[in-house]
């Protein structure tokens, strides 16, 4: 899938972000529960999901855009695999493949400094 926006077309590969919160895991959505936000399609596997969504969006969206939380900290983007997830503070937190999981997960307060100090930026180019 081509990346049209920052969140690409579908939102974290079609993956309810509400569930990750609620069950503490990865539910795919479904197209009967579905909306449009930050141009792209965010799709969730309950009409109670995608109302508390729809309250606050921000909850519930992945930290920078949906990419790689491990990469942004390298001042880099890479994709994500919906199972590999982390809630922090509050925020969720996706990454690449399992072993930037464990890399992530081992110094995840250090790498969400770096990332948030290379997210504008990435976000510009």
Known sequence: AVNTTFFGNLAIEGYDPVAYFT?????????KHQIQWMNANWRFSSAANLALFKENPEKYAPQYGGYCAYAVSQNSVAGIKPELFTIHDGKLYLNYNL??????RQDRDQYIIDANRHWPQLLAK
């Open 23 to 31: 069950e503490n895991k990865p539910v795919e959505g479904s197209k």
């Open 99 to 104: 072993s930037i999981n464990k890399k992530w």
